[in-house]
């Protein structure tokens, strides 16, 4: 299935930016990962689309929320008090299985999209 994401930019210190993914057709599970630089592609947050069951990285807990719009396939990632450690491609990804390994393992998901660039100075 094909992902696009959006929403992507530059925000000061302590600001807000809502990225959007939509997925092309219904799938199951959707999730944000992101690469920040010079580190490893991290999962940031998880939803099921049917239930809106969520998970989130800690780092991301409490200032992240993960929401979905099920009619339209999408997901959507609020990203408030942002911090210059948040600088870096944040990648929408998606997968039709109910079941497979952690959502924190990019294996998990068999869909990706191209990623959008968001930096915090």
């Known amino acids: 299935v094909q992902l696009v994401e959006s929403g992507g930019g530059s925000v000061q210190v302590g600001g807000t930016l809502r990225l959007s993914c939509v997925a092309l057709?219904?799938?199951?599970?959707m999730a944000w990962y992101r690469q920040r630089p010079g580190k490893e592609r991290e999962g940031v947050a998880a939803i099921f689309i049917g239930s809106g069951v969520s998970y989130y990285a800690t780092s991301v807990k409490g200032r992240f929320t993960i929401s979905r719009d099920s009619a339209k396939n999408t997901v959507f990632l609020l990203m408030e008090r942002l911090d210059t450690d948040d600088t870096g491609v944040y990648t929408c990804a998606a997968d039709d299985s109910a079941l497979g390994p952690a959502w924190t393992l990019p294996r998990r998901f068999q869909y990706w999209g191209l990623g959008t660039q968001v930096t915090v100075s």
């Open positions: 057709r219904s799938t199951y599970y």
